[in-house]
């Protein structure tokens, strides 16, 4: 896929609100699709995306076929060439569609009055939910980690993660200050090890792989304690940042 007449379509958006508090914005910052995209309506822009998602993440970035996701999207694929420049840009909207979902979700917990350990809980519940209601997009995320195209991998990571990292840090650099967890707490790394343990969990409820891991270490009834799930990591998470 590939067209000089798209407009440029980079776009830029604030990470942080005017008050400085963090606040959770669109996953992909950048945008890597035409405005005739933008002018269609909302639910044939979602349809396109949510063949997509199923398309990349059961055969692969490279595997996926943009005819075959065309036709079962009902459209053209005349008309896909005029949404997107290259099939590159096509999946890097529909990894951001698919990841946004998550983020509204999430910003409603970052903007609750709970303390540090009131929204990691009130996260673990929302992934147990979501990555069993949104195995597609879950499944396209591990997709994307695993991909060999190196430059699509520089370009993802640093458009989804920056997001959640700063989030992430600025919420413990905040629980530090107010002596919720340790002064020797180092922000970013534990923020880091935080969102790999939400990764995992993620990818737990949607990769077949994972889950047969999960089974292996939790047993195979795990799936049905979700309760059990959510109080051992907080466990964890508690002695791990705990004030000493």
């Given at each position: 896929?590939?067209s000089?007449?798209?407009?440029?379509?980079?776009?830029?958006?604030?990470?942080?609100?005017a008050?400085?508090?963090t606040?959770?914005?669109?996953?992909?910052p950048?945008?890597y699709?035409?405005?005739?995209?933008e002018?269609?309506?909302?639910?044939?822009?979602?349809?396109i995306l949510s063949?997509?998602?199923a398309?990349?993440?059961?055969?692969?970035?490279t595997?996926?076929?943009t005819?075959?996701?065309?036709?079962?999207?009902?459209?053209?694929?005349?008309?896909?060439?005029?949404?997107?420049?290259?099939?590159?840009d096509?999946f890097?909207?529909?990894?951001?569609h698919?990841?946004s979902q998550?983020?509204?979700?999430l910003?409603?917990?970052?903007?609750?009055?709970?303390?540090?350990?009131?929204?990691?809980e009130?996260?673990?519940?929302?992934?147990?939910?979501?990555?069993r209601e949104?195995?597609?997009?879950?499944r396209?995320?591990?997709?994307?980690?695993?991909?060999?195209?190196?430059?699509?991998?520089?370009r993802?990571?640093?458009e989804?993660e920056?997001?959640?990292a700063?989030?992430y840090?600025?919420?413990l650099s905040?629980?530090?200050?107010e002596?919720?967890?340790?002064k020797?707490?180092?922000e970013?790394?534990?923020a880091?090890?935080?969102?790999?343990?939400?990764?995992?969990l993620?990818?737990?409820?949607?990769?077949?792989?994972?889950r047969?891991?999960?089974?292996i270490?939790l047993?195979s009834?795990?799936?049905d304690?979700?309760?059990?799930?959510?109080?051992?990591?907080?466990?964890f998470?508690?002695?791990a940042l705990?004030v000493?």
């Amino acid at each position: 896929m590939k067209s000089g007449k798209n407009p440029p379509r980079t776009q830029k958006v604030p990470l942080l609100s005017a008050g400085g508090e963090t606040k959770l914005t669109s996953s992909m910052p950048t945008k890597y699709y035409s405005e005739t995209f933008e002018r269609i309506p909302e639910e044939k822009r979602n349809r396109i995306l949510s063949v997509a998602i199923a398309e990349f993440a059961n055969r692969g970035f490279t595997s996926a076929n943009t005819n075959t996701i065309a036709r079962k999207a009902g459209i053209s694929v005349g008309s896909l060439f005029k949404y997107f420049e290259t099939k590159e840009d096509f999946f890097l909207t529909a990894v951001g569609h698919g990841i946004s979902q998550l983020e509204r979700t999430l910003e409603k917990v970052i903007q609750e009055e709970n303390d540090l350990f009131g929204k990691i809980e009130s996260i673990l519940r929302i992934i147990q939910r979501h990555s069993r209601e949104n195995q597609d997009i879950i499944r396209l995320y591990n997709e994307m980690t695993s991909e060999g195209n190196s430059d699509l991998i520089r370009r993802l990571s640093s458009e989804l993660e920056s997001v959640s990292a700063r989030i992430y840090t600025s919420l413990l650099s905040k629980a530090k200050k107010e002596g919720i967890i340790g002064k020797d707490i180092e922000e970013e790394i534990f923020a880091f090890c935080l969102d790999n343990l939400f990764m995992t969990l993620q990818f737990s409820y949607a990769s077949e792989y994972y889950r047969e891991r999960m089974k292996i270490y939790l047993g195979s009834n795990i799936f049905d304690q979700d309760e059990k799930v959510v109080e051992g990591l907080m466990k964890f998470i508690r002695r791990a940042l705990a004030v000493n």
